[in-house]
């Protein structure tokens, strides 16, 4: 199995604070942190590509392809530099989410990251109209220092984090990077996107962060990218349904005789 960081450009980023918001449940975490990028001129520097994504390519415009990947962000700052990681795909196996977010980390090391923001939905299984955004840390001393933001931590409620939001938050941890995974309470449809939801989660990162952003046009972003999510989804879902087909075949019994 192979997982790469190809760099575009060196960068020697100030104190730095790393966001990432991959797909998920109601791609809470990749709308907020694709929002961040386009609203804040984020340059990037990095692109991830690992064999635990789904062996496909996307087709644009007049048939240009577009390999599944994630990408690395940079924003300059006077205080905290910021870095940010969207991406296409998480990884397809547990393994792959270990080796993908192993080599994120080594790498936010070499950057001297101090401290992680990750962004993703939580799904509740029902529409709300002012949905809650959850808290789950690395180092329990965070808790104080998030709660006057109005993050609600309640580990009954959101009991597991799974996928690279969670993970990544608990391997930093040996990293001796501390974190905070912020969860945006959402329905809980993979394939529906949920801006409500990423704007209620960015609200809480502009003031953790002090960030000055218009908010407004969050709606009109997700319809734009609402297309290739879904699409992206549909195709993932028949490339996983094509690769289950030719398992049973090749579990059919022979016999010699």
């Given at each position: 199995?192979?997982?790469?960081?190809?760099?575009?450009?060196?960068?020697?980023?100030?104190?730095?604070?790393?966001?990432?918001?991959?797909?998920?449940?109601?791609?809470?975490?990749?709308?907020?942190?694709?929002?961040?990028?386009?609203?804040?001129?984020?340059?990037?520097?990095?692109?991830?590509?690992?064999?635990?994504?789904?062996?496909?390519?996307?087709?644009?415009?007049?048939?240009?392809?577009?390999?599944?990947?994630?990408?690395?962000?940079?924003?300059?700052?006077?205080?905290?530099?910021?870095?940010?990681?969207?991406?296409?795909?998480?990884?397809?196996?547990?393994?792959?989410?270990?080796?993908?977010?192993?080599?994120?980390?080594?790498?936010?090391?070499?950057?001297?990251?101090?401290?992680?923001?990750?962004?993703?939905?939580?799904?509740?299984?029902?529409?709300?109209?002012?949905?809650?955004?959850?808290?789950?840390?690395?180092?329990?001393?965070?808790?104080?220092?998030?709660?006057?933001?109005?993050?609600?931590?309640?580990?009954?409620?959101?009991?597991?984090?799974?996928?690279?939001?969670?993970?990544?938050?608990?391997?930093?941890?040996?990293?001796?990077?501390?974190?905070?995974?912020?969860?945006?309470?959402?329905?809980?449809?993979?394939?529906?996107?949920?801006?409500?939801?990423?704007?209620?989660?960015?609200?809480?990162?502009?003031?953790?962060?002090?960030?000055?952003?218009?908010?407004?046009k969050i709606d009109e972003r997700v319809r734009e990218m609402e297309e290739f999510l879904k699409r992206m989804q549909i195709v993932e879902s028949k490339?996983?349904?094509?690769?289950?087909?030719?398992?049973?075949k090749e579990e059919k019994p022979t016999y010699i005789g």
């Amino acid at each position: 199995m192979v997982t790469k960081i190809i760099e575009l450009e060196k960068i020697k980023p100030k104190n730095p604070i790393f966001i990432q918001g991959l797909p998920g449940v109601g791609n809470v975490g990749r709308i907020a942190a694709g929002y961040l990028v386009d609203e804040l001129n984020a340059k990037k520097f990095a692109e991830l590509w690992s064999s635990h994504f789904l062996p496909i390519v996307l087709l644009h415009d007049q048939a240009n392809v577009h390999l599944l990947k994630n990408e690395f962000y940079w924003i300059k700052r006077k205080k905290n530099d910021l870095i940010i990681l969207i991406g296409d795909s998480q990884s397809s196996t547990p393994e792959g989410h270990y080796e993908i977010c192993s080599t994120i980390l080594d790498y936010l090391k070499k950057l001297k990251v101090k401290e992680i923001i990750t962004l993703a939905g939580l799904s509740i299984g029902e529409k709300v109209e002012e949905p809650k955004v959850y808290g789950a840390v690395n180092d329990e001393a965070l808790i104080k220092k998030y709660l006057k933001y109005g993050i609600k931590f309640d580990s009954q409620k959101v009991g597991t984090v799974i996928g690279a939001a969670g993970l990544i938050l608990g391997l930093a941890k040996y990293y001796k990077i501390k974190g905070i995974c912020l969860l945006g309470e959402t329905i809980g449809y993979p394939v529906l996107p949920d801006p409500k939801s990423a704007k209620a989660v960015l609200q809480i990162v502009s003031k953790i962060l002090d960030l000055k952003i218009n908010l407004e046009k969050i709606d009109e972003r997700v319809r734009e990218m609402e297309e290739f999510l879904k699409r992206m989804q549909i195709v993932e879902s028949k490339a996983v349904e094509q690769f289950m087909k030719s398992v049973k075949k090749e579990e059919k019994p022979t016999y010699i005789g």
